[in-house]
């Protein structure tokens, strides 16, 4: 597989569960990023990892947990999510976060809803 | 406070035309101005950028144009297509970092 893989497409989740979202570049990339995509609005972004470190959480709820075990995987474990929530989540990755290219490779997304 | 203000929000357009997709930013600190696409179903992928050295970059048929003092920049798409019909969204960054700010997004329809 090439390019950036988000699993699953669809997730349809109650207040109470616990889920996760799972992101995987082959690219070779260095830094990945978690944007929230809403109707109308602007993409929003959550956090941002450079070689595994985080470097940036953008005021996100405590309901959303990221993880990045290594550069090529990004998680995002949801729990306890409200329906405001209901989102598509894209995962991107890019080549360097400071100095690269300035362009950001997207998935297809997580579509997201929370009932 | 949104940095990057869209607009128009939805654009219709007939084939052969040509559309324009406006965008303003207010951090004179951006150096960075990418254009994204976005199909149904798909996320978004760069379709064309610039810096804010040069005026206008042509890539075939889609053109940026920028204007720093009014710190305005554009997206025009001659001889428009039916293929076209996606989602535009305009963005920019700053610092020579890869951490992209969005616009809401112009959704662009091109009919036969």
């Known amino acids: 597989e090439t390019g950036v893989t988000q699993t699953p497409r669809h997730l349809v989740m109650g207040m109470t569960n616990k889920k996760s979202l799972k992101c995987e570049q082959h690219?070779?990339?260095?830094?990945m990023y978690w944007y929230k995509q809403s109707a109308k609005k602007p993409l929003e972004l959550m956090f941002v990892?450079?070689?595994?470190?985080?470097?940036e959480n953008n005021s996100v709820p405590s309901r959303f947990s990221p993880e990045c075990p290594n550069s090529s995987h990004l998680f995002l474990h949801l729990h306890t999510l409200q329906p405001e929530d209901s989102a598509l989540y894209l995962c991107?990755?890019?080549?360097?976060?400071?100095?690269?290219?300035?362009?950001?490779?997207f998935g297809e997304g997580s579509r997201l809803t929370v009932l | 406070q949104q940095q990057v203000k869209q607009s128009p929000q939805s654009l219709i357009v007939q084939k052969g035309g040509i559309s324009i997709i406006n965008c303003a930013y207010e951090?004179?600190?951006?150096?960075?101005f990418p254009w994204y696409q976005q199909f149904p179903g798909k996320g978004p992928a760069l379709l064309i950028a610039?810096?804010?050295?040069?005026s206008e970059k042509k890539e075939g048929r889609f053109t940026i144009s920028f204007n720093k003092s009014a710190k305005q920049f554009s997206l025009h798409i001659m001889d428009s297509q039916p293929g076209d019909s996606a989602t535009y969204f305009c963005?920019?960054?700053?610092?020579?970092?890869?951490?992209?700010?969005f616009g809401t997004g112009t959704r662009l329809q091109v009919f036969p």
């Open positions: 991107a990755s890019s080549l360097s976060l400071a100095g690269g290219t300035g362009e950001l490779f």
């Open positions: 690219l070779g990339h260095n830094a």
């Open positions: 990892y450079s070689l595994e470190e985080r470097v």
């Open positions: 951090n004179t600190a951006f150096d960075y």
């Open positions: 610039i810096r804010p050295d040069v």
């Open positions: 963005a920019a960054s700053y610092y020579n970092t890869d951490k992209l700010i």
